[in-house]
């Protein structure tokens, strides 16, 4: 009985030594990757570009005592910024928010209510110059410009968007082999440990009230079209290393030769 329990205290002592062995063998390693240095940064990537969408943002708004009035006179002006826009070519218009509310006006004593009936309407186009010629008759309608905005359209902006982000990731490592010499160590002694892509716009956009463009003018409008700001910037953070063995293969190989020596 005796000897029994003495047996199976040494074998428990044996594998409580293994395990200590296993593990100050192993916290070295452990601790030279928590004391890696790692560097986070980012690079940005832009490009100035001509813009090619023209879009422009029409409110149709009518007010009377009766909403059913308001409504009416609204929606008959809607339809015919509606017909004009359509014989333009190339032009594409979408009908956006309607709205309807009211408000007293008067003194007091003798507060009347009216209706305000507003719809919106979108108007986008390649071909600047022939919807701003027709603005001023869509105003002559009933509608009034609210506001234009010069953009870049979709399909383009996605392609030139891949196209900065593949020139910014290049540049995020070439960024990383400069920091690894730097620090000196060959150019290829870092690892990827995170990375981030993104993009961003700056759109201009030119407001235009109502004061700036009479209703009872004709005449076409003119505003410049500019150009646009688009970027992509990449962010992420390296860890530069040893140049022999990595971590991982360090911790396979190290740990292959201790159970090896414990059979």
């Known amino acids: 009985m005796n000897s029994n329990?003495?047996?199976?205290?040494?074998?428990?002592?044996?594998?409580?030594?293994?395990?200590?062995?296993?593990?100050?063998?192993?916290?070295?390693?452990?601790?030279?990757?928590?004391d890696a240095a790692s560097i986070?940064?980012?690079?940005?990537?832009?490009?100035?570009?001509?813009?090619?969408?023209?879009?422009v943002t029409i409110n149709v708004q009518f007010k009377a005592q009766d909403a059913g009035a308001a409504a009416e006179q609204t929606n008959k002006a809607a339809l015919q910024v509606i017909e004009m826009a359509q014989a333009i070519e190339g032009i594409s218009i979408t009908s956006g928010d309607y709205q309807t509310w009211s408000q007293k006006y008067g003194k007091k004593s003798m507060n009347r209510l009216e209706w305000i009936v507003r719809q919106t309407l979108t108007m986008e186009t390649k071909y600047f110059g022939q919807l701003l010629g027709r603005l001023g008759e869509i105003q002559q309608a009933g509608g009034t410009v609210q506001s234009l905005a010069y953009t870049v359209s979709p399909k383009r902006k996605r392609e030139i968007e891949d196209q900065l982000k593949v020139k910014a990731v290049g540049r995020f490592r070439e960024r990383a082999s400069d920091y690894a010499e730097a620090a000196g160590k060959a150019r290829d002694q870092w690892e990827l440990l995170v990375i981030n892509v993104g993009e961003q716009q700056d759109k201009p956009i030119m407001p235009i009230s109502r004061g700036m463009f009479a209703m009872e003018s004709n005449q076409a409008i003119t505003a410049p079209a500019g150009t646009n700001t688009l970027s992509a910037t990449v962010s992420g953070a390296i860890a530069l290393t040893e140049k022999q063995v990595n971590f991982e293969e360090k911790i396979q190989s190290l740990t292959e030769k201790v159970v090896e020596q414990l059979k």
């Open 5 to 34: 329990t003495s047996k199976n205290g040494m074998v428990y002592f044996k594998h409580i030594f293994q395990f200590l062995l296993l593990t100050l063998l192993l916290l070295p390693l452990a601790s030279q990757a928590h």
């Open 40 to 55: 986070h940064y980012q690079v940005t990537e832009t490009k100035m570009v001509e813009s090619d969408l023209l879009v």
